[in-house]
């Protein structure tokens, strides 16, 4: 179990909800998105992480949109935490990235192509933040404890584990749903992010999607038990400068969540 602000993650308690925009855009979508994003959380009563990437470093293409600069970004995101009171979640790519990202959020994250390099798991257990660590998409699930353990051995205990799919053959990824199960055996809240499970991985310059299968996805983990759900949300995936396939109209979120919501209240009893 991990308590970040007065927000519990795990030991059954309902789901938390990590949600945002892919990557910071400009100011004022992100500002427009976290109020809503909030809005909504706030009349279903499920606790908020929102989530962007001040940059993305791990584009398919070298000609794809990165970010707008370190420093904007997070200065853009640190508005999101004091105006509406919400913890913030970003991912790092170094081990510099940690400390500097560490100043303006509350949850670090370890990106599923990065979950084996011990530099950077290191460098975010130290920052004493919250880290979620993303299982690599060549990972089975019990092998995401090693790199838990690279974080635990800075003394920080206060580690997530995400599910984002697993690689199926070229350009393809599948949820399975044991993986889980296992990752919760191994002591940690467990995520489930249903948006860049349903990418379709590196096809042409872009990643593709199947947005058509968030829903599914997300209720099959919810009914597994899980501590958290990722969704990145954008009020327009196809005009978003990254992961336009795969990101969930930030319109269907409130009829998602409730569903969800239903499932949840079943599993956990509350």
Request: proline letters at 5%; glycine letters at 6%; one cysteine or more.
């Amino acid at each position: 179990m991990i308590q970040l602000n007065s927000i519990i993650i795990g030991d059954n308690h309902p789901f938390i909800l990590i949600a945002g925009p892919c990557v910071v855009e400009n100011e004022k979508m992100i500002m427009q998105t976290a109020k809503q994003i909030k809005s909504i959380c706030n009349e279903l009563n499920i606790p908020l992480i929102f989530k962007s990437s001040y940059k993305k470093a791990n584009r398919t293409s070298g000609k794809s949109f990165t970010g707008i600069g370190d420093d904007e970004a997070l200065k853009i995101l640190f508005k999101v935490k004091e105006k509406f009171n919400i913890p913030l979640l970003t991912d790092i790519h170094t081990a510099e990235e940690a400390a500097i990202a560490a100043k303006y959020v509350d949850v670090i994250q370890i990106p599923a192509f990065l979950c084996r390099q011990t530099d950077l798991l290191i460098a975010a257990g130290i920052t004493k933040k919250v880290v979620n660590i993303k299982k690599g998409q060549f990972l089975a699930p019990e092998d995401i404890k090693l790199a838990a353990d690279k974080v635990k051995s800075t003394g920080n205990k206060n580690i997530m584990l995400t599910e984002r799919g697993t690689t199926f053959g070229y350009h393809n990824l599948v949820v399975d749903m044991r993986s889980l199960v296992i990752m919760k055996e191994l002591g940690y809240p467990v995520v489930m992010d249903a948006t860049h499970s349903v990418q379709l991985p590196s096809a042409g310059n872009t990643s593709g999607g199947q947005p058509k299968f968030i829903l599914p996805l997300a209720k099959a983990a919810v009914a597994v038990g899980i501590d958290a759900l990722f969704l990145e949300v954008h009020p327009n995936p196809k005009e978003a400068l990254s992961d336009a396939d795969s990101q969930l109209p930030l319109n269907k979120l409130k009829n998602i969540l409730e569903e969800l919501q239903k499932i949840d209240k079943v599993v956990k009893g509350y």
